[in-house]
């Protein structure tokens, strides 16, 4: 059973360019986390989607971010005009239903030059 | 007062002796406990989950849960050096239609040979 995947592992953006993350979780899980972790920092909540909705989205920017799960394929992590305080690990989390463990995938790093 | 706090370390215990991981938190609805184990630069590990009072074993590590004193703890027997990560305690509250897992900033371990 595959687990969680991510990809890009690394993204290298400059400044005001686009990033999408992608975020597959694994087979069965219906429920996506997005975290967001600064070196030597913990990790920080951003989004949590379910098929085609955002439960919560209260960890997110409200400008410049913006993240998806649509029917298929996988989910979206969207950062527009990236600046280099979006300088950070991305990791996608999934679990079978909403009140359960998390899974994590390998994670994004994103660097904005 | 972080909702879920745990101290930053580092901790440091000589091999073959036992590591004593502590995590406390705020919200008296927390309903599930979980561990996870993070290498420098890689994901966060599942390794153990909690959701009832008492001890839960599991090979070499033990999980302590008392929610009278919002309190859980993981131990370490026999710890090695391949212990040596930082270890998240995270908090799982849930809601009428949501549910919210919080992150401990997390305490570094290591064990020196």
């Known amino acids: 059973n595959a687990g969680v995947m991510q990809n890009p592992r690394h993204l290298v953006r400059r400044r005001g360019q686009e990033a999408r993350l992608r975020c597959s979780p694994m087979?069965?899980?219906?429920?996506v986390y997005w975290y967001r972790q600064l070196p030597e920092e913990g990790l920080k909540f951003m989004v949590y989607?379910?098929?085609?909705?955002?439960?919560?989205e209260s960890g997110m920017p409200k400008e410049r971010f913006s993240a998806e799960f649509p029917k298929e394929g996988p989910s979206i992590l969207r950062i527009q005009q990236v600046v280099r305080g979006d300088s950070a690990a991305y990791f996608c989390?999934?679990?079978?239903?909403?009140?359960?463990?998390?899974?994590f995938g390998p994670g994004t790093r994103l660097t904005v030059t | 007062q972080k909702e879920v706090e745990q101290n930053s370390g580092p901790l440091s215990v000589p091999e073959g002796a036992i590591a004593s991981l502590n995590c406390t938190y705020s919200?008296?609805?927390?309903?599930?406990f979980f561990w996870y184990r993070q290498y420098s630069g890689k994901s966060p590990e599942l390794i153990m989950s909690?959701?009832?009072?008492g001890d839960k074993e599991d090979g070499r590590f033990t999980a302590q849960l008392n929610k009278a004193s919002q309190y859980v703890s993981l131990l370490i027997r026999d710890s090695q050096p391949s212990d040596s990560a930082t270890y998240l305690c995270?908090?799982?509250?849930?809601?009428?239609?949501?549910?919210?897992?919080?992150f401990g900033a997390g305490t570094r371990l290591t064990v020196k040979p």
């Open positions: 989390a999934s679990s079978p239903g909403g009140a359960r463990e998390q899974y």
């Open positions: 087979k069965g899980h219906s429920h």
């Open positions: 989607l379910q098929k085609e909705n955002i439960i919560d």
């Open positions: 919200d008296r609805g927390s309903q599930s």
């Open positions: 909690i959701y009832s009072n």
């Open positions: 995270a908090v799982l509250v849930l809601w009428s239609n949501n549910n919210d897992m919080r």
